[in-house]
């Protein structure tokens, strides 16, 4: 049985998997010894005689000493794929891109062909440049990073012209997708928090003292009288 019946009872033993082996008596050889089994291999596109790459899941039953299988196109699934994909960077998009971390610091998301999916917002005064942010050669520093588990720190340059500042980058790698998950965070915006908590201190620290002060020569006033 077969979508087209001009294909019922012609042999198939000239359509070859993956491993160079007839379709027919791989699978026969395989789900005899395991009951069932998956293949990729190469075979008349329904429709046309195209030759085209496909993925099947074989069957074997014994009793009636059959192998039945279902398979698609993997052209198919390709794009099944790519569609899933790009709705899942279309979440993403919409969600990330307002994300801000220490001030104007941003993420973002690129893939092993250095694609950038997801840029900074738009309007913030700080965060890169998209020419600057889609440079070959951050890319692959960044790259780099996430193969090494190390944090990046570069100069980068801003929207403001020739304006450049220190950056620290921790990146991330999604093998089943192939991409590059980053934060991009402005090194002094990354350590003001420090810096305020510091100063804060300072001033609870100071106005402890100065009310110690106060109140010491209040006492003393009043000890002298």
């Keep these: 049985a077969y979508p087209e ?5 012609r042999s198939l033993s000239q359509f070859m998997d993956i491993k160079a082996r007839s379709v ?3 699978m026969w050889e395989e789900t005899g010894a395991y009951g069932s089994a998956y293949d990729v ?8 005689w195209d030759i085209v790459p496909r993925i099947g899941f074989f069957v074997r039953f014994d009793h009636w000493d059959w192998v039945v299988a279902t398979g698609m196109d993997i052209a198919d699934l390709e ?26 610091g941003f993420v973002l998301l690129f893939n092993g062909d250095n694609e950038l ?27 780099l990073a996430a193969r090494q588990g190390k944090v990046l720190q570069r100069e980068q340059a801003t929207d403001k012209g020739f304006e450049t500042r220190p950056m620290e980058f921790t990146v991330r790698y999604f093998k089943a ?3 590059y998950y980053a934060t991009a965070v ?8 420090a810096r305020q908590l510091v100063t804060r201190e300072l001033i609870v620290i100071a ?10 020569l209040a006492i003393a006033s009043h000890i002298s009288r």
């Design 5 to 9: 019946p001009e294909m019922e009872g």
């Design 24 to 26: 027919t008596t791989g």
């Design 41 to 48: 291999f190469r075979w008349k596109s329904v429709g046309s």
């Design 79 to 104: 794009r099944e794929e790519q569609i899933r994909r790009d709705n899942l960077v279309d979440v993403l998009r919409s969600s990330l891109s307002d994300i801000r971390i220490a001030g104007s």
């Design 117 to 143: 999916l997801i840029p900074q917002a738009d309007g913030n005064d700080l965060a890169l440049s998209l020419a600057a942010l889609s440079a070959p050669d951050l890319m692959d520093q960044l790259k």
């Design 177 to 179: 997708l192939d991409w």
């Design 186 to 193: 402005f090194t002094d915006e990354l350590h003001a928090p």
């Design 207 to 216: 106005v402890v003292f100065g009310l110690g002060f106060f109140l010491s």
